[in-house]
């Protein structure tokens, strides 16, 4: 009897597996609670399994088929932080112990959420255009969307880059734009290089604002994680295991178009947005996206999307000012 407790003993613990869980891209306080709380409230809906944590690493302990099950529990209850902000024990005994077909069809509705921005903001592809531009990033290493102001081509974009931060399918994100004057000089505005560029690099600053928490945020930014830059201070970089977009970029000329695109690595994906009609170039120089477009369009690999007005998703009189300036350019041919 004693030789058999021990043979079982033994076997059940040469089943035991090792699993570690990063908490990402949440506050880990809404996950653990205060003084682990809510983490001590998770150990009892999983008596089988043994876990520590130690920051927002949590390694467990268990047979494999209990640990996976931990595994995808824990992401859901990750999911649930960032679409609602806060985590209850409610929540938790609803999270834990739904069954297979209500978690199935609760998975459903969020495939078309991009992000879970802050304080429960959804962002996901609102109109036909847009939800494209998710499908042809997915499939293309190399994406042109193009289109007038309001469509969403920015705003997608950068929660596709955020996306595939968090799902960990690159390393970083570099967000870009040319520092090109729209009316106004640019060695007027006070303070050093960066106070100079920023205000033209604040749109993509906003949707970042959106989507990632503040803290957040300020650790991807500080750790270079998060890169808002020029275009200019692109050259010479290779971007290897990166999320790139080149924003207004009807405003970089042919050798900026052909220096960017070059600077694509291995393991990358690229969105190029841009609109065509708001060219801040002066009159001599051509627009690199129109002619990147025209060469590139049959290269596989590479998407093209054409956005219009129907996809504004600003104030409804913005689509009437497109028509009526459409109009306008048309009746001056």
Avoid: W
């Amino acid at each position: 009897m004693v030789l058999q407790f021990l043979i079982c003993t033994y076997l059940n613990y040469t089943r035991l597996k090792e699993l570690t869980i990063e908490i990402d891209g949440i506050d880990p306080l809404h996950f653990f609670g205060i003084n682990n709380s809510k983490f001590n409230y998770l150990k009892k809906l999983f008596p089988a399994i043994r876990m520590v944590s130690r920051g927002n690493i949590i390694k467990a302990e268990g047979v494999e088929e209990e640990l996976n099950n931990f595994n995808a529990k824990t992401k859901q209850i990750i999911t649930h932080i960032e679409r609602y902000g806060k985590l209850t024990e409610d929540d938790l005994d609803k999270l834990i112990l739904q069954d297979a077909g209500a978690a199935a069809q609760s998975e459903k509705q969020l495939n078309n959420v991009l992000v879970f921005g802050n304080n429960g903001h959804i962002v996901r592809a609102r109109t036909a255009n847009q939800q494209l531009m998710v499908t042809e990033s997915d499939k293309n290493d190399i994406l042109f969307a193009t289109g007038p102001a309001g469509t969403g081509k920015t705003y997608t974009a950068v929660a596709l880059a955020v996306r595939a931060l968090k799902e960990k399918l690159v390393k970083k994100i570099i967000l870009t734009r040319p520092a090109v004057e729209a009316g106004e000089n640019l060695g007027f505005l006070p303070g050093d290089l960066k106070e100079k560029v920023d205000p033209y690099l604040r749109p993509l600053y906003d949707a970042l604002d959106d989507m990632i928490p503040p803290e957040k945020l300020l650790y991807y930014m500080q750790n270079r994680i998060i890169e808002v830059a020029p275009l200019a201070f692109m050259r010479g970089r290779t971007l290897d295991y990166s999320f790139i977009l080149l924003d207004e970029a009807q405003n970089a000329t042919n050798p900026q178009m052909k220096m960017f695109l070059t600077r694509i690595g291995p393991s990358s994906k690229c969105i190029i947005t841009g609109d065509t009609s708001q060219i801040d170039l002066p009159r001599t120089q051509e627009s690199g996206l129109k002619t990147a477009i025209n060469i590139l369009k049959d290269v596989e690999g590479i998407s093209m999307i054409q956005l219009t007005e129907m996809d504004v998703v600003r104030h409804r009189l913005v689509k009437e000012i497109i028509k009526a300036y459409d109009k306008l350019k048309q009746d001056q041919r």
